[in-house]
């Protein structure tokens, strides 16, 4: 499912423009000003996002030139100018697109198709795109070996991110300690299985918000354990 983050001052428009793409299928985000814009279109990951040009706090030009310096995400910008010069300005600074309130909703969603639709043939015409895991907010770059919890970059040390990995790979599976220790070290286990429990148990204070209450790898008591999704 693909994520749109609408920022846009005008709640009943990005109200609207919210309801018809979850319609369609598209997983929406809403900021209502710029700083506060800006700040989750860097902190968070997403495949578009549509930009008002009029903000409080920080335009939408220069939130666009922000964004355009560390992240190649698609930008459609909305304005209720209609002057060529700042359609050309947009664009300059990176915009993928421009387009002049009012608008109907069924056009928005037309080009928001469109525009992901276009960068998602420029990766592919590209270089091969990273084997990613993505459960409830975690991410799992296994190529880049990097991982992130809503947005936020969590740091493992390599046995710690092959196990996460591995479970995550293979969910709502249960396996035993013995199975983990065998497949992630490599070697015989006998007597280096509690190895696995502690490995489990600092993965869980890096992607649990409650270690005594875990949201992705489950205790299976007297077995193992099983990540859930």
Request: with cysteine.
């Amino acid at each position: 499912m693909s994520r749109i983050l609408i920022i846009e001052d005008e709640l009943s428009i990005a109200e609207l423009e919210k309801d018809y793409l979850e319609i369609d299928g598209f997983e929406v985000a809403l900021e209502l000003s710029g700083d506060t814009g800006l700040a989750t279109a860097l902190e968070d990951e997403f495949d578009l996002i549509i930009l008002d040009v009029m903000l409080p706090e920080i335009d939408g030009f220069e939130i666009c030139k922000q964004i355009r310096e560390q992240k190649n995400t698609p930008i459609l910008m909305v304005s209720a100018k209609k002057e060529d010069i700042d359609k050309i300005r947009g664009l300059g600074l990176g915009a993928d697109d421009y387009i002049t309130k009012p608008f109907s909703p069924s056009e928005l969603v037309a080009r928001v198709k469109a525009h992901l639709a276009r960068y998602e043939r420029l990766i592919s015409s590209g270089m091969p795109k990273n084997d990613i895991v993505e459960i409830r907010g975690l991410k799992i770059d296994t190529t880049a070996r990097r991982v992130f919890l809503n947005g936020e970059e969590k740091f493992f040390t390599t046995k710690e991110f092959d196990l996460l990995t591995f479970l995550a790979k293979n969910p709502n599976r249960v396996f035993s300690k013995e199975e983990l220790f065998n497949k992630i070290w490599d070697m015989e286990s006998v007597g280096e299985i509690a190895t696995v429990t502690v490995h489990i148990k600092k993965i869980r204070e890096k992607i649990e918000y409650s270690t005594s209450k875990p949201q992705y790898i489950e205790t299976i008591w007297g077995v193992g354990y099983r990540f859930k999704v």
